[in-house]
DNA sequence: TTATCGATTGACT
DNA sequence: GTCAATCGATAAC
């Protein structure tokens, strides 16, 4: 039925124009699809972190260091921002007002559909590992560097609205221990407890659906 | 659990 | 030309 799968319209630019602490949070439970020739792969984003180009020593775009490859983070929110390193192809959303070089890393996704695809692309059985990582999500479902740029609002790379998380948990970032005071920053969000999450960390706080906190 | 190596790209000398 | 990087897989311990 993958080819019928019905997934609601894709997100508005609106979206996106949020603040980029906000957005990292409020993209957590969309759902990430992909279309290509082989097929459609969509999967629920359950894994985000937020670089604010300006003030964050840890992002690409850190003090609007403007290159050919941050050159889209300066653009309007809701673009797609793609870059390779070693092996892998990693992919953000572009976020925050044209001129502030802000973006979000999706880090994690919990398969939808497709997942056929996702298996024979990643060349491993069905498993948590499938996409539990920013360069797994990205082979999984077909992003590569022909999405530099995309917008997000439109085939064949887009974002719709998918379920609420129950339960949002923040805490440091991965992988940016070279980056002076920025490193500590809480700005990781992922589904508490989601199985896809790449990485189990503590949080530093975590907020259930209905205000709650602990 | 930590360590190392792969192998691509862009940024800077 | 040189080097570091928003990582992943595997090997060693």
């Not at 957005?23 to 894994?47: H, N």
């Not at 690409?60 to 921002?81: K, P, V, W």
């Not at 695809?117 to 360069?135: D, F, I, Q, Y």
Request: proline residues 6%; contains cysteine.
């Amino acid at each position: 039925m993958e080819g019928t799968f019905n997934f609601s319209k894709p997100l508005d630019t609106d979206f996106f124009q949020q603040p980029t602490l906000d957005l990292a949070s409020s993209l957590l439970g969309c759902i990430l699809v992909k279309e290509t020739e082989e097929g459609t792969a969509a999967g629920i984003i359950v894994e985000t972190e937020a670089y604010i180009g300006p003030m964050d020593q840890a992002a690409h775009s850190y003090d609007n260091r403007r290159t050919a490859r941050t050159e889209i983070m300066f653009h309007q929110a809701g673009l797609a921002y793609t870059y390779v390193m070693h092996t892998h192809t990693l992919f953000n959303v572009v976020s925050g007002e044209p001129g502030k070089p802000e973006a979000v890393l999706i880090r994690g996704v919990e398969p939808l559909s497709g997942l056929d695809l996702m298996v024979k692309r990643r060349g491993m059985p069905e498993s948590a590992n499938l996409t539990n990582g920013p360069g797994k999500l990205t082979k999984a479902l077909g992003i590569n560097m022909s999405d530099y740029g995309h917008p997000l609002t439109k085939k064949p790379l887009f974002i719709t609205q998918g379920p609420v998380p129950d339960s949002i948990s923040s805490g440091k970032r991965i992988g940016i221990d070279n980056s002076g005071e920025a490193r500590d920053y809480p700005w990781r969000f992922w589904i508490t407890g989601n199985r896809y999450v790449s990485r189990h960390q503590k949080a530093e706080k975590t907020i259930v659906n209905n205000g709650g906190s602990t």
